[in-house]
C-alpha cells in the first residue's frame, strides 16, 4: 500500500522516480513497516517519513488521508484474519505431532 501510495503521489507531482529511487523505496518501506506501531493511521505518520526521505511533497498526503482510513480498517481487518489463520494452522500441526507421538 506505501510504495504504491508513493508513487502515485510521485505521478501527481510530476516527479519522475527511477528504477534506483524505486528500489530503494521498496527497502525503505520493507524497513520502516517492521518497526511501526500498531496504531490507527500509522500508516500516515509513516508516509511522512518515506516522503521525505524519497524527496516528495508531504502536501499531497491530503489526497490519501482522505481515503486512508477507509483502507486502515480493511488492512487490519486482512491482518487479523492472516493471523488467525496461521494461529490455526500451527494448532492443527501441533495436534497432529502430539497425536502421532
Known amino acids: 500500500y506505501l510504495t504504491i501510495a508513493v508513487l502515485f503521489i510521485a505521478n ?3 516527479v519522475p522516480m527511477t528504477l534506483g529511487d524505486q528500489i530503494l523505496l521498496g527497502i525503505t518501506v520493507v524497513a520502516l513497516s517492521v518497526g511501526v506501531a500498531a ?10 517519513v518515506i ?18 482510513r477507509l483502507l486502515d480498517m480493511v488492512r487490519t481487518s486482512l491482518n487479523v484474519t492472516s493471523d488467525l489463520v496461521v494461529t490455526k494452522i500451527v494448532d ?4 497432529k505431532s ?3 507421538n
Open 12 to 14: 501527481l507531482a510530476g
Open 39 to 48: 496504531l490507527p493511521s500509522a500508516s500516515l505518520v509513516m508516509m511522512v
Open 51 to 68: 516522503l521525505g526521505q524519497v524527496g516528495l511533497p508531504v502536501e499531497y498526503l491530503a489526497i490519501i488521508a482522505v481515503v486512508d
Open 92 to 95: 492443527v500441526s501441533t495436534q
Open 98 to 100: 502430539k497425536e502421532t
